[in-house]
């Protein structure tokens, strides 16, 4: 007998030949808007809490209620986190894309799903699970209309038996999601899970090989979205206002940031906010709120995706002209308009690299990781008033919505540095100053604050029509030592960016470079590289841009480097084309990946492998 | 033996300053341009009330009207930004040091076209600033082009007319939240001043149209924003005098003439009935007031709306008192334990 068939009216003798630990992918089907997101997030953390190395994707529809919802969770003994494309465990709930879904699956895996869609019909080489839903969720919720919300969780229970999830941690999951203040929702939702679990463990004979063992690689760490980091970071890195405009996949950034400064930053002593939070009427004006800030001396930043960063394009070419602090998160996501706003993508590199009218550069963080999401925010607010100039963190829907298992973060040690402010006490020793003056040899000249009480202090602000003296001007000679100046700024700042990590395999002739949340399909690539096809590559991860010249020297080492874009048009690739020697342009190579979905290491592999002949 | 010279004392200001301390730079600016009449106007009232310079930051977006700051208060900072988003740059600033006054200098252009939804919002926040749209019905430094402010009918020098209605920026700072809302004239010293230093000592955002006649592209006959027009079309409202909050208010006004309004500094605003049915803290009675004068083709001046109540937008944010731009480490930086208690929640 050829199927592979679980049905609980006639159990199939047949037991896994052999076990999966640890090691493998769950994909629940949902519908949007259908309370799955507390069942994907409990499921989750219940493996988390069992030690095991996790990963929570999800890919959702810009829509409220009604389109379908994927949300996939990875398991890895070996700490991998990316994206693994294949499904191993389907969890399948939406009538609409069930077929497909069990259409795509590869032979062998198992498939949980509602009774009625009668998916056991279509393939033979799956194991499948049918759990009448329905009939399930009535009497462990008597309240109709809560069914709806209250039905997901009973896959949970479903899953936890299958796998060999432990219960207690989905309570503790549970209680944990609804906090103390929902104890009565927490209780009807561990009813579910409990009438899932109970229901196949009377009702199943296991038949897959997947299940999870208890390890110990989670312990101290925390779960936690990029957004929610980049909003601590901010909070702990001094941000004192914030102006923003709502726009996936950055609002929850700023709605992070609102929950968090209301219980850590309002002044004791005085009850009063130690910070402002505006939602601006446009992406325009939360940009130009956030430079008028800076100028003042605030702390300011603004969140934002692509279509939000067009938006701001002129002010921040303004703010790079004249010179003010600002940081910019970027959540970078596809394209423009109605498109795909709620899938992933890294398509703003090359466009904020040189944002703006005339000639304009300017700098970028890469963080890959929540850890990175916090101390890269800290660094940017530091290397935005160090330098005078607007500050790009790069993150994106992947780092940013998704929950990341991550290393608590680090307490900032150094104290904050505020750049070049003089004082009145400042001006009154120096007798005045030039705004724009190159006094120090790093192309940052002095500022004062509007509201210094000096009559040497004053200066007015401009855009590139200005001599060191910020006195309105459209002499040649001026212009140009204006723009020189400006150029021998942004060198300096290659020698003060966050310098690349790299890794260097021994004997490789081949080398990967990657920036942000490319880095877990890389870092798998290359194992799978080494595994599989014995090819030994180097990788090194940017930071940031400015690239520092560790890699050129790196690309140097290699016969041949795979630069990594999440976009169609090799982005970062195309950044190093406009800078680097044609010997060392000649070296590289572009895997691209720009499907909406996280980058997953199979992807790149083909690629290189493709590539290399091999 | 000649006798010493003595020279007379320099006149100063409460505060020690002389009038030459709230002068800028020399004007690019066309002579007889009205706009440069209001920037004699504001060195003027800043001097008389003994404003701080040092206190005072300026905002402007694009335009003629936008280049005027770099021609006042020059010991203050000033930030020309970029067209008709002067607003945010102003609402940033302010945010971060709420001890500043901002003045916002914008021209009907910056106003009512490109930054009309910026202008909508500021007014929306009541933002404690002073909001000067220096108003010529035209585009001057590109040359001549109607702005969103010209009435229909009139022209351009060349004789095209306009077939568009024209936004009134004050009608829109009343609908919507601005709390001292005044149309003036370039050519009415007294009236501008009186507004100009009213808006002083106001709590909130104080929208003032100053008709600012271009004499370069838009004093000609076919237009509604000349020299000429304004003097045959203006229909002035009251008379008005400010008493500052350091002077005696030692004169009795006799009731029912003369509306009392102490501003949030101690200051009054002494408001001398011209037309009796007038209140200008009647909000939609100034709006009916607009309707009216522009039926009869006249331009209503005078102070439309006080408001010295409504809670500015610092205060609906709960804002430090202190500047938050400059607050210490220990203020802004949430302590080891903070981090500590975040992370366990996490795990």
Known sequence: MSTLEVSPVEPLSGRPDHSVINDFSIQVATVNGSGSQTANTVLMRSIFQMGIPVSGKNMFPSNIAGLPTWFTIRASKHGYIGRRKEIDFLVAMNPETAREDVMKLDSGAAVVYDEPLKLKELRSDLHFYPVPFDKLVAPVCPEAKLRKLVRNMIYDGIVAWLLSIEMEEVHKALVKQFGKRKAKAADLNWGAARAGFDYAAKTFTKTDPYRVERMNETAGKVIIDGNAACALGSMFAGVTVVTWYPITPSSSLVESLIAYMKRFRIDPESGKATY?????????????????????????????????????????????????????????????????????????????????????????????????????????????????????????????????????????????????????????????????????????????????????????????????????????????????????????????????????????????IAAGTSDYAVRESCDQLRAEYEIEASYLRLKAYPFTPHVVDFIRRHDRVYVVDQNRDAQLLGLMRLEFDPEIIAKLRSVRYFGGLPLDARTVTDEVVKQEGK | MSTPVIPPPKKVNRIGLEVLHYKGSKTTLCAGCGHNSVSERIIECFYELGVSPFDVAKFSG???????????????????????????????????????????????????????????????????????????????????????????????????????????????????????????????????????????????????????????????????????????????????????????????????????????????????????????????????????????????TGVLYVNTSKPTFLELLNLSDDPVATLPESKVRPSREVLEQVMEELR
């Open chain 2, 62 to 300: 694009i335009g003629c009207s936008s280049k005027s700051p770099a021609y006042f208060l020059g010991l203050s900072h000033g930030f020309n930004g970029v067209h008709g988003r002067m607003p945010a740059i102003a609402t940033g600033a302010i945010l971060a040091n709420r001890t500043l006054m901002g003045v916002g200098v914008t021209g009907d252009g910056d106003t009512a076209s490109i930054g009309i939804g910026q202008f909508m919002h500021l007014v929306r926040r009541n933002m404690p600033m002073i909001y000067i749209i220096e108003n010529n019905g035209v585009y001057g430094l590109t040359k001549g082009q109607f702005s969103a402010t010209a009435d229909i009918g009139s022209t351009l020098k060349g004789g095209t007319p306009n077939d568009l209605p024209p936004f009134d920026c004050c009608a829109l700072a009343l609908k919507w939240g601005a709390t001292f809302v005044a149309r003036s004239f370039s050519g009415d010293k007294r009236q501008l001043q009186a507004v100009l230093k009213t808006a002083i000592a106001h709590n909130g955002l104080s929208v003032i149209d100053v008709i600012s006649p271009c004499v370069t592209f838009n004093d000609h006959d076919g237009s509604t924003k000349s020299y000429s027009y304004m003097k045959e079309h203006e229909s002035v409202l009251h008379e008005l005098d400010f008493v500052p909050f350091y002077e005696d208010l030692s004169v009795e006004i006799p009731e029912g003439e003369v509306m009392d309004v102490t501003m949030h500094d101690g200051s009054h605003l002494r408001i001398r009935k011209v037309d009796k049915d007038f209140d200008p803290t009647d909000r939609f009675g100034a709006l009916a007031a607009l309707e009216a004068a522009e039926a009869k083709g006249e331009v209503l």
């Open chain 1, 276 to 512: 402002a939070i505006v939602q601006a009427e446009d992406e325009l004006a939360s940009i130009g709120m956030a430079l008028g800030a800076g100028w003042a001396g605030a702390r300011s930043m603004t969140a934002t995706a692509g279509p939000g960063i067009s938006l701001m394009s002129e002010f921040i070419g303004l703010g790079y002209y004249a010179e003010i602090p600002a940081v910019i998160f970027d959540v970078e996501r596809v394209g423009p308009s109605t498109g795909l706003p709620t899938r992933t993508a890294q398509g703003d590199i090359l466009k904020n690299a040189v944002l703006s009218h005339g000639d304009t550069r300017h700098p970028m963080f890469f963080p890959c990781s929540p850890e990175e999401c916090f101390t890269m925010a800290i660094d940017a607010f530091d290397f935005a008033e160090q330098f005078q100039t607007p500050v790009f963190v790069m993150t994106d829907l992947d780092l940013g919505m998704n929950n990341w298992m991550a290393d608590p973060f680090p307490y900032p040690e150094k104290p904050i540095r505020r750049g070049k402010v003089l004082t009145a006490e400042d001006l009154e020793n120096l007798g005045g100053f030039a705004r724009y003056r190159d006094v120090d040899g790093d192309g940052v000249g002095y500022r004062t604050l509007p509201g210094t009480h000096h009559p040497a202090a004053a200066y007015f602000t401009r855009g590139s029509g200005h001599n060191d003296k910020a006195q309105y001007t459209e002499r040649e000679d001026d212009y140009i030592n204006n723009m020189e100046r400006l150029s021998h700024k942004f060198e300096v700042m290659r020698k003060h960016v966050p310098e690349p990590a790299v890794n260097i395999a021994s004997g490789a002739r081949i080398g990967f």
